[in-house]
Protein backbone atom coordinates (compact mmCIF):
# COMPACT_ATOMS: atom_id res chain seq x y z
CA UNK A 1 0.00 0.00 0.00
CA UNK A 2 1.26 3.60 -0.84
CA UNK A 3 1.79 5.96 1.56
CA UNK A 4 -0.61 8.13 0.21
CA UNK A 5 -3.24 5.19 0.72
CA UNK A 6 -2.29 4.47 4.01
CA UNK A 7 -2.82 8.16 5.00
CA UNK A 8 -5.92 8.33 3.33
CA UNK A 9 -7.28 4.80 5.42
CA UNK A 10 -5.66 6.32 8.45
CA UNK A 11 -7.92 9.53 8.23
CA UNK A 12 -10.97 7.48 6.95
CA UNK A 13 -10.65 5.14 10.06
CA UNK A 14 -10.31 7.99 11.97
CA UNK A 15 -13.92 9.28 10.87
CA UNK A 16 -15.00 5.19 10.96
CA UNK A 17 -13.90 4.88 14.87
CA UNK A 18 -15.99 8.19 15.83
CA UNK A 19 -19.02 6.98 13.72
CA UNK A 20 -18.53 3.65 15.41
CA UNK A 21 -18.98 5.34 19.02
CA UNK A 22 -22.27 6.79 17.69
CA UNK A 23 -23.83 4.17 16.85
CA UNK A 24 -22.81 1.77 20.13
CA UNK A 25 -24.13 4.64 21.75
CA UNK A 26 -27.62 5.01 19.83
CA UNK A 27 -27.71 1.09 19.92
CA UNK A 28 -27.61 0.76 23.68
CA UNK A 29 -29.89 3.62 24.07
CA UNK A 30 -32.55 1.73 21.93
CA UNK A 31 -31.61 -1.73 22.39
CA UNK A 32 -35.58 -3.79 22.86
CA UNK A 33 -36.47 -4.45 26.53
CA UNK A 34 -39.18 -7.15 27.52
CA UNK A 35 -39.54 -9.31 29.76
CA UNK A 36 -37.53 -12.96 28.88
CA UNK A 37 -34.50 -12.83 30.28
CA UNK A 38 -33.34 -15.65 28.00
CA UNK A 39 -34.24 -13.78 24.85
CA UNK A 40 -32.90 -10.57 26.48
CA UNK A 41 -29.48 -12.41 26.35
CA UNK A 42 -29.60 -13.70 22.85
CA UNK A 43 -30.66 -10.10 21.69
CA UNK A 44 -27.22 -8.82 23.57
CA UNK A 45 -25.08 -11.49 22.96
CA UNK A 46 -25.90 -10.32 19.49
CA UNK A 47 -26.31 -7.04 18.86
CA UNK A 48 -23.72 -5.82 21.31
CA UNK A 49 -20.40 -8.27 19.91
CA UNK A 50 -17.55 -6.69 18.57
CA UNK A 51 -18.82 -5.32 14.60
CA UNK A 52 -17.99 -2.92 11.93
CA UNK A 53 -21.21 -1.60 12.10
CA UNK A 54 -20.65 -0.55 8.32
CA UNK A 55 -24.09 -0.33 7.15
CA UNK A 56 -25.67 2.22 9.58
CA UNK A 57 -22.04 4.04 9.33
CA UNK A 58 -22.88 4.10 5.38
CA UNK A 59 -26.18 5.74 6.76
CA UNK A 60 -24.67 8.54 9.12
CA UNK A 61 -22.22 9.36 6.06
CA UNK A 62 -24.44 9.36 3.29
CA UNK A 63 -26.53 12.29 6.01
CA UNK A 64 -23.21 13.91 5.87
CA UNK A 65 -22.35 14.25 2.63
CA UNK A 66 -25.86 15.80 1.59
CA UNK A 67 -25.84 18.15 4.28
CA UNK A 68 -27.62 16.67 6.83
CA UNK A 69 -27.21 16.22 10.51
CA UNK A 70 -26.22 12.45 11.33
CA UNK A 71 -27.41 12.58 14.76
CA UNK A 72 -30.64 13.03 13.35
CA UNK A 73 -30.53 9.43 11.44
CA UNK A 74 -28.94 7.76 14.11
CA UNK A 75 -32.28 5.99 15.72
CA UNK A 76 -32.76 5.02 12.23
CA UNK A 77 -29.05 4.08 11.42
CA UNK A 78 -30.06 2.33 14.89
CA UNK A 79 -33.32 0.41 13.19
CA UNK A 80 -30.77 -0.96 10.15
CA UNK A 81 -27.73 -2.31 12.78
CA UNK A 82 -31.24 -4.29 14.09
CA UNK A 83 -32.26 -6.07 10.98
CA UNK A 84 -29.09 -6.72 9.66
CA UNK A 85 -28.28 -8.30 12.65
CA UNK A 86 -30.99 -10.21 12.86
CA UNK A 87 -30.28 -11.61 9.21
CA UNK A 88 -26.89 -12.88 10.61
CA UNK A 89 -28.42 -14.92 13.53
CA UNK A 90 -31.00 -16.45 11.48
CA UNK A 91 -28.24 -16.87 8.51
CA UNK A 92 -26.10 -19.03 11.11
CA UNK A 93 -28.69 -21.11 12.26
CA UNK A 94 -28.53 -24.96 11.62
CA UNK A 95 -31.32 -25.05 8.76
CA UNK A 96 -29.46 -22.03 7.17
CA UNK A 97 -25.75 -21.89 6.67
CA UNK A 98 -25.32 -24.13 9.85
CA UNK A 99 -22.46 -21.81 11.07
CA UNK A 100 -20.58 -21.89 14.24
CA UNK A 101 -19.03 -18.41 14.70
CA UNK A 102 -20.38 -14.99 13.78
CA UNK A 103 -18.27 -11.30 14.87
CA UNK A 104 -15.23 -13.27 16.43
CA UNK A 105 -17.40 -15.49 18.95
CA UNK A 106 -19.79 -18.59 18.79
CA UNK A 107 -22.93 -17.99 16.20
CA UNK A 108 -26.34 -17.26 18.67
CA UNK A 109 -28.05 -20.60 18.76
CA UNK A 110 -24.67 -22.11 19.92
CA UNK A 111 -24.85 -20.41 23.07
CA UNK A 112 -28.37 -19.73 23.32
CA UNK A 113 -29.93 -22.62 21.44
CA UNK A 114 -31.99 -22.36 18.07
CA UNK A 115 -35.29 -21.27 19.39
CA UNK A 116 -33.79 -18.07 22.14
CA UNK A 117 -32.14 -17.02 18.56
CA UNK A 118 -34.95 -17.08 16.52
CA UNK A 119 -36.93 -14.90 18.62
CA UNK A 120 -34.21 -13.07 19.35
CA UNK A 121 -34.11 -12.27 15.63
CA UNK A 122 -37.27 -11.38 15.72
CA UNK A 123 -37.04 -8.98 18.48
CA UNK A 124 -34.81 -7.52 17.01
CA UNK A 125 -36.53 -7.06 13.57
CA UNK A 126 -39.71 -6.00 15.79
CA UNK A 127 -37.74 -2.88 17.06
CA UNK A 128 -36.77 -1.98 14.52
CA UNK A 129 -39.74 -0.83 12.84
CA UNK A 130 -41.04 0.21 16.34
CA UNK A 131 -38.08 2.63 16.30
CA UNK A 132 -39.04 3.91 13.09
CA UNK A 133 -43.19 4.29 13.51
CA UNK A 134 -42.39 5.76 17.27
CA UNK A 135 -40.10 8.88 15.94
CA UNK A 136 -37.45 10.87 17.91
CA UNK A 137 -36.39 13.91 18.59
CA UNK A 138 -34.84 16.04 15.59
CA UNK A 139 -36.14 13.01 13.26
CA UNK A 140 -37.89 12.67 10.38
CA UNK A 141 -42.04 13.24 10.21
CA UNK A 142 -44.35 11.22 10.62
CA UNK A 143 -45.15 10.40 6.49
CA UNK A 144 -41.30 10.20 5.66
CA UNK A 145 -40.80 7.71 8.80
CA UNK A 146 -43.37 5.49 7.23
CA UNK A 147 -41.68 5.77 3.99
CA UNK A 148 -38.50 4.65 5.24
CA UNK A 149 -40.36 1.56 6.74
CA UNK A 150 -41.52 0.66 3.85
CA UNK A 151 -38.32 0.82 2.10
CA UNK A 152 -36.69 -1.17 5.40
CA UNK A 153 -39.43 -3.80 5.17
CA UNK A 154 -38.96 -3.89 0.40
CA UNK A 155 -35.27 -4.59 1.75
CA UNK A 156 -35.78 -7.73 3.79
CA UNK A 157 -38.97 -8.88 2.92
CA UNK A 158 -39.88 -11.13 -0.29
CA UNK A 159 -38.25 -9.32 -2.85
CA UNK A 160 -35.01 -8.54 -0.87
CA UNK A 161 -33.06 -10.46 1.50
CA UNK A 162 -35.36 -13.29 1.96
CA UNK A 163 -35.27 -13.82 -1.88
CA UNK A 164 -31.59 -13.67 -1.70
CA UNK A 165 -31.15 -16.61 1.04
CA UNK A 166 -34.12 -18.81 -0.36
CA UNK A 167 -32.16 -18.88 -3.74
CA UNK A 168 -29.11 -19.16 -2.17
CA UNK A 169 -30.54 -22.39 -0.02
CA UNK A 170 -31.97 -23.76 -3.07
CA UNK A 171 -28.64 -23.47 -5.42
CA UNK A 172 -26.81 -25.34 -3.04
CA UNK A 173 -24.69 -27.78 -4.78
CA UNK A 174 -25.54 -26.31 -8.10
CA UNK A 175 -23.04 -24.53 -10.59
CA UNK A 176 -24.64 -21.21 -11.10
CA UNK A 177 -24.49 -18.35 -13.73
CA UNK A 178 -23.29 -15.06 -13.51
CA UNK A 179 -27.26 -13.54 -13.28
CA UNK A 180 -28.09 -16.03 -10.67
CA UNK A 181 -25.38 -15.70 -8.32
CA UNK A 182 -25.78 -11.35 -9.08
CA UNK A 183 -29.43 -11.92 -7.69
CA UNK A 184 -28.47 -14.08 -5.19
CA UNK A 185 -26.42 -11.38 -3.20
CA UNK A 186 -27.60 -8.12 -4.41
CA UNK A 187 -30.89 -8.91 -2.70
CA UNK A 188 -28.86 -11.06 -0.04
CA UNK A 189 -26.42 -8.52 0.71
CA UNK A 190 -26.97 -5.62 -1.24
CA UNK A 191 -30.76 -4.72 -0.32
CA UNK A 192 -29.66 -3.61 3.01
CA UNK A 193 -26.85 -1.51 1.86
CA UNK A 194 -29.10 0.13 -0.84
CA UNK A 195 -31.46 0.84 2.48
CA UNK A 196 -29.11 2.43 4.50
CA UNK A 197 -28.15 4.94 1.83
CA UNK A 198 -31.39 5.59 0.60
CA UNK A 199 -32.75 6.22 4.43
CA UNK A 200 -29.81 8.32 5.07
CA UNK A 201 -30.59 10.45 1.94
CA UNK A 202 -34.29 10.46 2.50
CA UNK A 203 -33.59 11.50 6.33
CA UNK A 204 -32.11 14.73 4.93
CA UNK A 205 -34.68 15.78 2.75
CA UNK A 206 -32.14 15.35 -0.41
CA UNK A 207 -33.51 15.41 -3.92
CA UNK A 208 -34.75 12.46 -6.30
CA UNK A 209 -31.91 12.91 -8.48
CA UNK A 210 -29.32 12.84 -4.90
CA UNK A 211 -31.21 9.79 -3.55
CA UNK A 212 -31.13 8.15 -6.69
CA UNK A 213 -27.53 8.56 -6.98
CA UNK A 214 -26.48 7.21 -3.55
CA UNK A 215 -28.19 4.14 -4.27
CA UNK A 216 -26.68 3.25 -7.10
CA UNK A 217 -23.14 3.81 -5.17
CA UNK A 218 -24.45 1.02 -2.67
CA UNK A 219 -25.65 -1.12 -5.38
CA UNK A 220 -22.60 -1.15 -6.69
CA UNK A 221 -21.14 -0.89 -2.90
CA UNK A 222 -22.93 -3.40 -1.83
CA UNK A 223 -21.51 -6.17 -4.50
CA UNK A 224 -18.55 -5.53 -3.57
CA UNK A 225 -18.49 -5.70 -0.07
CA UNK A 226 -19.92 -9.68 -1.25
CA UNK A 227 -17.17 -10.46 -3.42
CA UNK A 228 -14.45 -9.46 -0.51
CA UNK A 229 -16.55 -11.36 1.60
CA UNK A 230 -16.19 -14.12 -0.76
CA UNK A 231 -12.72 -13.76 -1.10
CA UNK A 232 -12.45 -13.64 2.88
CA UNK A 233 -14.02 -17.14 2.86
CA UNK A 234 -11.78 -18.69 0.33
CA UNK A 235 -8.31 -17.34 1.19
CA UNK A 236 -8.57 -15.75 5.13
CA UNK A 237 -8.12 -17.11 8.38
CA UNK A 238 -10.80 -18.00 10.98
CA UNK A 239 -9.46 -15.93 13.78
CA UNK A 240 -8.59 -12.99 11.21
CA UNK A 241 -12.01 -13.16 9.52
CA UNK A 242 -13.81 -13.10 13.15
CA UNK A 243 -16.53 -15.89 11.39
CA UNK A 244 -16.27 -19.37 9.57
CA UNK A 245 -14.12 -19.32 6.55
CA UNK A 246 -14.36 -22.01 4.06
CA UNK A 247 -18.47 -22.21 4.39
CA UNK A 248 -19.24 -21.43 0.69
CA UNK A 249 -17.46 -24.99 -0.47
CA UNK A 250 -20.79 -26.63 -1.69
CA UNK A 251 -22.01 -23.25 -3.23
CA UNK A 252 -20.91 -21.07 -6.29
CA UNK A 253 -19.42 -17.76 -5.02
CA UNK A 254 -17.75 -14.71 -6.95
CA UNK A 255 -14.52 -16.72 -6.12
CA UNK A 256 -15.18 -19.89 -7.75
CA UNK A 257 -16.91 -18.73 -10.80
CA UNK A 258 -14.30 -16.05 -11.34
CA UNK A 259 -11.13 -17.23 -9.83
CA UNK A 260 -9.62 -15.20 -6.99
CA UNK A 261 -8.31 -12.66 -9.40
CA UNK A 262 -11.03 -12.40 -11.26
CA UNK A 263 -13.11 -11.59 -8.12
CA UNK A 264 -10.54 -9.13 -7.51
CA UNK A 265 -10.97 -7.32 -10.56
CA UNK A 266 -14.66 -7.41 -10.56
CA UNK A 267 -14.71 -5.73 -7.25
CA UNK A 268 -12.22 -3.51 -8.17
CA UNK A 269 -14.70 -2.40 -11.32
CA UNK A 270 -17.92 -2.19 -9.30
CA UNK A 271 -15.84 -0.24 -6.64
CA UNK A 272 -14.58 2.40 -9.60
CA UNK A 273 -18.70 2.16 -10.35
CA UNK A 274 -19.67 2.89 -7.23
CA UNK A 275 -17.23 6.45 -6.93
CA UNK A 276 -18.66 7.68 -10.50
CA UNK A 277 -22.30 7.34 -9.62
CA UNK A 278 -20.77 10.10 -6.57
CA UNK A 279 -19.78 12.92 -8.83
CA UNK A 280 -22.00 14.88 -8.88
CA UNK A 281 -21.67 16.14 -5.33
CA UNK A 282 -17.96 16.69 -5.76
CA UNK A 283 -15.06 17.08 -3.19
CA UNK A 284 -18.14 16.40 -0.62
CA UNK A 285 -18.67 13.20 -1.39
CA UNK A 286 -14.85 12.16 -0.78
CA UNK A 287 -15.44 10.38 3.12
CA UNK A 288 -17.85 7.54 0.23
CA UNK A 289 -15.52 7.37 -1.80
CA UNK A 290 -12.91 6.43 0.91
CA UNK A 291 -15.39 3.87 2.29
CA UNK A 292 -15.40 2.38 -1.19
CA UNK A 293 -11.70 1.90 -1.06
CA UNK A 294 -11.61 1.03 2.61
CA UNK A 295 -14.21 -1.95 1.50
CA UNK A 296 -11.51 -3.79 -1.19
CA UNK A 297 -8.92 -3.82 1.31
CA UNK A 298 -10.61 -5.04 4.33
CA UNK A 299 -9.56 -8.56 5.71
CA UNK A 300 -12.63 -9.27 7.86
Not at 41 to 50: K, P
Not at 73 to 100: F, G, N, R, W
Request: proline content about 3%; charged content about 20%.
Amino acid sequence: MSEAASSVFASLEAVLLDRHRLVETALREQAPQGDSAEVQQAVAFSLFATSKRFRPILALLVAEVLGGDSRSVLPAACSIEMVHTASLILDDLPCMDDAQRRRGRPACHVVHGEANAVLAAFTLLNRAYELLAQGWPGGPGAVLRHELAQELARAVGPSGMVAGQARDLAMTDKVLDFATLEFIHSRKTGALFIAAADLGARATGAAPWAQRAVATYAKNLGLAFQIVDDLIDATGEKLEAGKDVGQDHKKTTFVSFAGVEGARQLAAELIAASQEALQAFGEAAQPLRDLARYVVARRR
